[in-house]
């Protein structure tokens, strides 16, 4: 679980500690008759790690895109940081270390050079943490971008932005051409950030990524916010799965609501139950004698797919 930062003290009214790290609230942003995102609310509290869900076209990057600056909206209110970044997108940026799903590096530069050329660019470098995330993600930074896999410049885009001195993190679909090892280190990294009292901002289609390294999450559809909380509560909301063998005619005193389906042909019975329902539904199938007995909450998974059930995700 990722670790939090815990605050002793109620921070006064109107500190930087309450305020969120990013806070939109009706955002519309239209491109002729499209409405790539229409309504949409979020909200990113400071030092967390927040998972933002959609399929492509949901308006993920669109939304990222309006924070930085990049896109001017047509309507809704939208703070980053405590500003507008219609009007302060330079003051954002240099607080913000942004990565999107598909770098462009400048070819004739080395991996080294890039980042020299990024620290230049914000004005601030930490280069011990930099040799530390060269060797994490075994980059080669002394071969020029043109050779670089794409996978490789997404490490460079990454060592560059998990190594800025800055507040906020927005990582927009970021593993995208990582191997399946660098996906881990690149999940331990974003859990330190957090660690260290930063903020994160991860969209991303990989639900088992986002369940591993995320507090919260808003999942969105068609430019709305559809579901929106913390993993912990909102798995709270949805039916835990109960799998157990029950012995030939046995009929467990369930809570009421909660029924035991005839067994599969694997022999094990499935049972759904609410979270407030799950405790008295185990010792009542234990007492009935099931063998076997597994407990599982709602996945992240379960929690998507209530949405987009049906749909290419």
Not at 130 to 150: G, H, N
Not at 157 to 186: K, N, R
Not at 239 to 255: E, M, Q, Y
Not at 285 to 310: K, M, V, W
């Amino acid at each position: 679980m990722t670790p939090t930062v815990t605050v002793t003290r109620p921070a006064p009214v109107g500190s930087p500690i309450q305020e969120p790290a990013i806070e939109v609230a009706g955002l519309v942003k239209t491109f002729g008759r499209l409405h790539a995102v229409d309504g949409l609310d979020l909200r990113v509290r400071r030092g967390q790690v927040h998972g933002f869900l959609g399929p492509n076209g949901a308006g993920k990057s669109t939304t990222i895109r309006v924070l930085l600056g990049m896109y001017r909206r047509n309507a809704g209110e939208v703070r980053v940081l405590g500003r507008d970044p219609a009007q302060e997108a330079g003051a954002i940026t240099r607080r913000t270390a942004y990565v999107p799903g598909d770098v462009a590096l400048w070819p004739s530069l080395t991996g080294a050079q890039t980042l020299d050329a990024f620290a230049a660019l914000r004005g601030r470098r930490d280069r011990r943490r930099e040799a530390e995330l060269i060797e994490a993600f075994s980059l080669d930074p002394s071969k020029p971008v043109r050779s670089y896999s794409k996978g490789n410049r997404q490490k460079v885009a990454l060592i560059a932005a998990l190594a800025a001195p800055c507040e906020l993190l927005i990582l927009d679909e970021p593993t995208t051409g990582l191997d399946p090892l660098q996906e881990e280190v690149f999940q331990t990294c974003v859990r330190e950030a957090a660690a260290g009292g930063r903020t994160v901002l991860l969209s991303s289609h990989l639900l088992d990524e986002v369940d591993r390294v995320c507090d919260a999450v808003t999942i969105i559809k068609d430019g709305r916010t559809v579901e929106t909380g913390t993993l912990a509560a909102l798995r709270h909301l949805r039916n835990s799965t109960i799998t157990c063998r029950l012995p030939d005619g046995a009929v467990p005193g369930l809570p009421r609501g909660v029924d035991a389906p005839p067994p599969g042909a694997d022999g094990v019975t499935r049972i759904s139950a609410p979270a407030k329902d799950v405790s008295d539904a185990l010792s009542a199938l234990i007492a009935a004698g099931a063998q076997g007995t597994t407990c599982t909450p709602a996945s992240l998974e379960d929690l998507f797919l209530r949405h987009y059930e049906g749909q290419a995700r």
